[in-house]
């Protein structure tokens, strides 16, 4: 079993990113998956490696825009392809 633990990487990216969303639904996802994030960080669950922020802040953005396919899921629909 290794203990090695990584370091956030691209912490200042991630925050620009995210204080530059406008769209009240996609911050306030962004938001709550942040905060479990950080209570995760908080209570000792680190990554095996070295872990890029600005680029998981990014795909998580552009995912958590897309309400209606979020929506779909949440409501028991298939995903079928991603939407352009």
Known sequence: MSFAKGKM???????????AVDDEKT?????????CFWREMQAGV????DFDLEFFM???IRFA??????????????FGSWPD
């Open 9 to 19: 990487i691209r912490q200042e990216e991630a925050e620009l990113l995210f204080n």
């Open 27 to 35: 911050r306030n996802m962004v938001g709550a998956l942040f905060a």
């Open 46 to 49: 680190t990554p095996a490696c």
């Open 58 to 60: 990014r795909v998580f």
């Open 65 to 78: 825009g897309k309400h209606e396919l979020i929506k779909s899921i949440v409501d028991g629909g298939g």
